[in-house]
């Protein structure tokens, strides 16, 4: 019944800056929290970010102080500004809308960082 859309992955060099959007569309009753995952080639699907309907924000260590999660309720949209991107930030990465009884995933976008 939703749908995640995701958008603005690319190719982009090291020290360069990417913003990555996911849509939300269908019936939803309630988004209280908003989460963004990432999976390295050949490694292990790991959360990025978070953002709850309030605001409130928690961050990979690996991205804390570079990425930066935010959110627009009304649609609802999620977004994630990254900035200073290293290559071992390539990855696909994911948006993801958990709820009471399902967990609601994007097709994922790509994200190559260039050394």
């Known amino acids: 019944q939703v749908q995640l859309v995701e958008s603005g992955g690319g190719m982009v060099q090291a020290g360069g800056s990417l913003r990555l959007s996911c849509a939300a569309s269908g019936f939803i009753f309630s988004i209280p929290t908003m989460n963004w995952y990432r999976q390295p080639p050949g490694k292990q699907r790991e959360l990025v970010a978070s953002?709850?309907?309030?605001?409130?924000?928690n961050y990979a260590a690996s991205v804390r102080g570079r990425f930066t999660i935010s959110r627009v309720n009304s649609e609802p949209t999620v977004y994630l500004q990254m900035n200073s991107l290293r290559p071992e930030d390539t990855a696909v990465y994911y948006c993801?809308?958990?709820?009471?009884?399902?967990?609601?995933w994007g097709q994922g976008t790509q994200v190559f960082v260039s050394s």
């Open positions: 953002i709850t309907s309030g605001g409130a924000t």
């Open positions: 993801n809308v958990p709820t009471t009884f399902h967990e609601y």
